[in-house]
């Protein structure tokens, strides 16, 4: 890039920008690493798929008529969502478990999990004022 550059017309003055905004758009994609690592967000299975649409569909009708009978439905529904949300989540967890190993090629990460669990988990008590609320 060549600094010593008349500006007296118009025209020079907007090649000199038009440089300047390629020389840092240039500088940006170098600077800038490739993004090919793509994380791959997993769907959950069709059943909860539909159940979620079943509890949205019974969540409108109850917030349209305010009928006790659909807010029953749809606590039912939400109660079975949570069951199916719950036991999916024993399942990856216990696949995890399961696949985990206690040698060097895997980095001990049998060990790490059984810490991890062991470890007490400590609670953060909430933030209080000055008048004890």
């Not at 979620?52 to 569909?57: D, G, S, T, W, Y």
């Not at 999916?88 to 980095?107: D, F, H, R, S």
């Amino acid at each position: 890039m060549t600094l010593t550059i008349t500006l007296k017309a118009e025209i020079d003055i907007e090649e000199a920008v038009e440089n300047i905004n390629k020389a840092i758009q240039k500088a940006a994609w170098q600077a800038t690493p490739d993004c090919n690592d793509q994380t791959y967000i997993e769907e959950p299975p069709i059943i909860i798929q539909s159940k979620l649409a079943e509890k949205r569909k019974v969540r409108k009708s109850w917030q349209l008529t305010r009928a006790p009978q659909d807010k029953q439905s749809y606590n039912y529904i939400e109660k079975e969502l949570k069951h199916l949300l719950q036991t999916l989540t024993n399942e990856g967890i216990e696949t995890y478990l399961q696949e985990l190993m206690p040698n060097e090629a895997t980095e001990y990460s049998l060990w790490k999990a059984t810490r991890k669990i062991t470890q007490p988990q400590y609670q953060i008590s909430p933030i209080s004022s000055n008048h004890n609320t």
